[in-house]
């Protein structure tokens, strides 16, 4: 099946550092998007991405559609400690099953 | 508006053991789905209702894992017998619409298995 594929796995950062991640897959999609799960929480969308080259803002956050449809980017400016969470980028196969990635875990130190 | 509610938030049991969660999506989402996510994992879909038909369960183990949306409202998935690997927390989601990708998750049920 379609597999996404996240990196970094985790990252630490120190509070106001920029975050990059990137989400890759062998296969087009054509919507990409970005959660953040917090413990005990189920997933939050965070941005919804449609069209290629799409750089859309939500924030501090901004996540980027590649050219390809192959991949999509995140980046959080000025990270705070309310931050700290695990972000999946996910896509719809067959419009009916969205895939998510393993996730980048991100951890804040104030 | 009032959130996806699940229920327990966290069940034990022994392997070969039963055990049922509950979900009851947001009021008029005619979508609902069933995730399963191991640790260190994303979320991986189990089934999804349209309504009270079933729209997608070509990932649901169907010798141990079974699911019912009755009403076309709440939803209940049952696994008989458990496995160890069955360890995991189970999420609820519900949407508008099929492919409406405003998925509100709730909460989920941590399972284990021991």
């Known amino acids: 099946g379609q597999q996404l594929n996240q990196s970094p796995q985790s990252m630490f950062i120190q509070e106001g550092e920029d975050v990059s991640m990137n989400c890759t897959s062998s296969s087009i999609f054509n919507t990409w998007l970005w959660y953040k799960q917090e413990p005990g929480e189920g997933p939050v969308l965070l941005i919804a991405l449609y069209k290629a080259g799409e750089l859309t803002s939500n924030g501090r956050l901004t996540a980027q559609f590649g050219i390809t449809r192959k991949d999509s980017f995140l980046n959080i400016s000025a990270s705070i400690p309310s931050d700290v969470g695990i972000y999946f980028c996910?896509?719809?196969?067959?419009?009916?099953?969205?895939?998510f990635g393993a996730g980048t875990r991100l951890t804040v130190k104030p | 508006e009032a959130g996806v509610a699940q229920s327990p938030r966290y069940k034990i049991i022994e392997k070969r053991q039963s055990v049922a969660f509950w979900c009851n999506p947001i009021s008029g989402h005619a979508t609902l789905y069933w995730y399963q996510q191991i640790l260190g994992q994303g979320p991986k879909l189990l089934i999804q209702f349209q309504n009270n038909g079933v729209v997608d369960d070509s990932q649901l183990p169907k010798d141990r894992f079974s699911a019912e949306r009755l009403k076309g409202v709440d939803s209940t998935l049952k696994i008989q017998p458990a496995k160890l690997e069955d360890s995991a927390v189970y999420l609820c989601a519900s949407s508008l619409s099929p492919g409406g990708y405003g998925y509100t998750f709730g909460s989920g049920t941590r399972l284990t298995v021991v």
């Open positions: 996910a896509g719809p196969y067959n419009n009916n099953d969205m895939r």
